[in-house]
């Protein structure tokens, strides 16, 4: 009999210590899946503050802008637009200016 309740004593503490470390993992893995969820969020707001950026700088406006005051570009004119035309079947090309 006293074997039998050593056994179950042991199988008893072994139990009590499987429970504690399987809420202790438990525990760890709640914290990270939280830090995770976290960093989602920050992630996606990270995202759509770059999606507005990206919207921003891809506007016209500010393109039309930088092409004027960085390249130097102007808008043209008629008298300045050079029209090619040509025959596709031969490959000839003509300049013509209006």
Known sequence: MGRL???FAMV???SAL???TARFQSRQLFIEVDRLVDRA???D???RRLQLERAELARNARI???AREELHMNTTSPDRTIYVTG???NGTAREERR
């Open 18 to 20: 499987s429970l504690v």
């Open 12 to 14: 008893l503490m072994l």
């Open 87 to 89: 025959d596709a079947s």
């Open 64 to 66: 039309d802008g930088m």
């Open 45 to 47: 707001t990270d995202w």
């Open 41 to 43: 969020r920050e992630l």
């Open 5 to 7: 309740s050593l056994f």
